[in-house]
């Protein structure tokens, strides 16, 4: 048996989860259940192995959701940060950061609260129409070019226009006498969100209308048979432009070199949580400011005690060490945004964002999201077992927290073997149920389940020992339960490794 002096081992107090409350997501009054503990003290790897079970921390309190029985099941997400590369929406958001930090741009509207992909469906069907608006700008374009010449072919063009006119006033009769007219489309105006309104002319994109301008000035520089030239000879003449082999980087996206005469500078700086260390207690008061702030603003909830990780440097770790970590985004000489990580042996944890709110047209939700990421990737360089950046809870049923799914590729664990499946696999299930079983392997077990709750650790009276012992003197069968309620959540290997505190 080991000493209280001599600990260097998780300490914990489980609360098991009998009553039902208030979900914060869907907002029913008594629909979400969840087992608990208050982690007096917690290692980095006895987390990391945690939060591969499905657990959660805030603050000092660590939680675990009933998913078969809460009302919004939550799925621990992680995304693959080494293949991950940034979607239009989000190259969006750090191109409005690198306008606003260059010339002092302010975009109009937040992207905040906006779904941050269309669905595969909106998107490919969006596709198709830009596709043939284009087409049909340009034709229209070309006809217009080549009137000159259309003129010149006198009776044909008359004959064609006269027919035409003849066309057009008959359907104008029909129209009035009620009569259906197949010659005339009638465009109805879309409602918002749901496509182009066809009624008005279609836009053209600015890369077209170059390609027009350059067109028209050729023909006006030869104008004798040039048309004839272009068309015979289109492609020699516009080459198509060299396509790079690889898109941008995130790192590229990010770093992107700014101009000497900046409007505004923007720095992040990483902060260990512990008041030993200089740069967080001097930045503290601020900082705490920005969180009651933030908490008043947005949650409209008076702020919380911050509870962290103990920091852990070993060798073969990263720079800064293990635990937990604030990311301080200072712009101009100001704290507007913090963001709370855990630096783990396997992951780079995000826990907790909060921001000025006056600052939330620069999106800093996703862009510091994406910073995060391009931490992990800087942190995998030294150490290269850490590779992967954990969002929290993935919920499915909530459409405010369906955005995490967006950061691909990702992988979402099942809450009955705790393996990782990538996300499009789980997607159809979770759209006929809330709750799911993710590994498709009906004999799949879990791996790491309880085994052998005796060998449980169970500190009692200051004094470290198996629960084997524990239950023997204590002779008391009606926390049994509990324990083993305990044991088969935390798995035999944090159960054997972290101290459960028993008064």
Not at 111 to 120: G, N, R, S
Not at 158 to 173: D, G, H
């Amino acid at each position: 048996m080991a000493s209280w002096a001599a600990l260097s081992s998780s300490i914990v107090e489980y609360f098991e989860g009998e009553d039902f409350y208030r979900c914060g997501y869907c907002k029913n009054e008594s629909g979400s259940r969840s087992n608990g503990m208050w982690a007096h003290s917690m290692t980095v790897q006895d987390y990391q192995d945690l939060i591969d079970r499905g657990w959660r921390r805030s603050g000092k309190y660590v939680y675990k959701p009933v998913m078969n029985q809460t009302c919004c099941p939550q799925y621990t997400i992680r995304c693959r940060s080494l293949q991950f590369q940034p979607s239009k929406s989000h190259k969006k958001v750090l191109k409005k950061m690198f306008k606003f930090l260059a010339k002092g741009e302010i975009s109009q509207g937040n992207c905040e609260d906006e779904p941050m992909e269309p669905t595969v469906e909106d998107a490919v069907a969006g596709d198709a129409l830009i596709n043939k608006l284009d087409i049909q700008c340009d034709l229209k374009t070309f006809k217009e070019s080549l009137e000159s010449e259309e003129k010149n072919k006198g009776n044909s063009v008359k004959k064609a226009e006269s027919n035409e006119l003849i066309q057009s006033q008959n359907t104008e009769e029909k129209l009035g006498s009620g009569e259906p007219s197949h010659p005339i489309e009638v465009h109805t105006v879309p409602k918002p969100g749901k496509g182009a309104d066809l009624s008005k002319p279609p836009c053209r994109k600015a890369k077209e209308m170059r390609k027009e301008r350059k067109r028209l000035k050729l023909m006006q520089q030869n104008p004798a048979g040039e048309f004839e030239g272009l068309q015979a000879h289109r492609e020699p003449l516009f080459p198509p432009k060299a396509k790079s082999n690889q898109p941008k980087s995130l790192e590229d996206l990010i770093f992107e070199s700014l101009p000497e005469n900046t409007s505004h500078k923007l720095e992040v700086r990483l902060v260990p949580v512990s008041f030993e260390d200089p740069e967080f207690k001097s930045s503290f008061s601020q900082s705490f400011s920005l969180y009651v702030k933030y908490q008043m603003a947005i949650h409209q909830d008076p702020p919380d005690e911050c509870g962290k990780t103990e920091a852990e440097n070993p060798p073969n770790g990263p720079e800064c060490g293990y635990g937990s970590f604030h990311q301080q985004y200072w712009l101009d000489g100001k704290i507007i945004a913090v963001g709370v990580i855990d630096i783990l042996p396997y992951c780079v944890s995000s826990v907790y964002l909060y921001y000025d709110p006056e600052y939330s047209f620069l999106s800093l939700g996703i862009y510091s999201a994406l910073r995060e990421i391009a931490f992990t990737r800087q942190l995998h360089e030294k150490t290269p077992q850490l590779s992967y950046y954990y969002m929290g809870f993935y919920i499915h049923s909530c459409p405010k927290m369906k955005y995490k799914g967006h950061y691909r590729p990702s992988d979402l664990l099942c809450p009955e073997t705790y393996v990782w499946v990538p996300i499009e696999q789980c997607l159809p299930s979770l759209e006929n149920s809330k709750y799911c079983r993710f590994n498709q392997d009906p004999d799949a077990v879990d791996e790491g389940r309880s085994k052998e709750p005796d060998r449980l650790q169970v500190f009692h009276k200051k004094t470290v020992m198996p629960y084997g012992v524990y239950k023997k003197q204590r002779k008391d069968p009606s926390e049994e339960a509990t324990v083993l309620q305990y044991a088969s959540l935390v798995g035999q290997v944090c159960s054997e490794r972290m101290l459960l505190f028993r008064n």
